[in-house]
């Protein structure tokens, strides 16, 4: 086999387990059993979904709770 193919395999599969690990952190699944390339592809479109959902709900949150405390700051006098 061609040290190159050999090389894109190796990162395939390692790309794979990680999409795996990742899935299994965010609760998606279970990670009990084996899973082929589609579902592999699956997993990182949901775990990416995941992901942006939480970031905005946290940036939401984080702006609001910015935006309680600039509201609770008493206002600039002028000089």
């Not at 997993?43 to 995941?50: D, G, H, K, R």
């Amino acid at each position: 086999m061609n040290i190159d193919v050999e090389i894109a395999n190796a990162q395939r599969d390692q790309f794979a387990y990680y999409i795996v690990r990742i899935s299994v952190a965010l609760g998606i699944i279970d990670g009990k059993q084996p899973y082929n390339g589609e579902q592999v592809a699956f997993l990182a479109e949901t775990s990416i979904n995941a992901i942006r959902t939480a970031s905005v709900r946290h940036n939401k949150e984080y702006a609001e709770e910015r935006q309680a405390f600039l509201d609770s700051m008493p206002p600039l006098r002028r000089l």
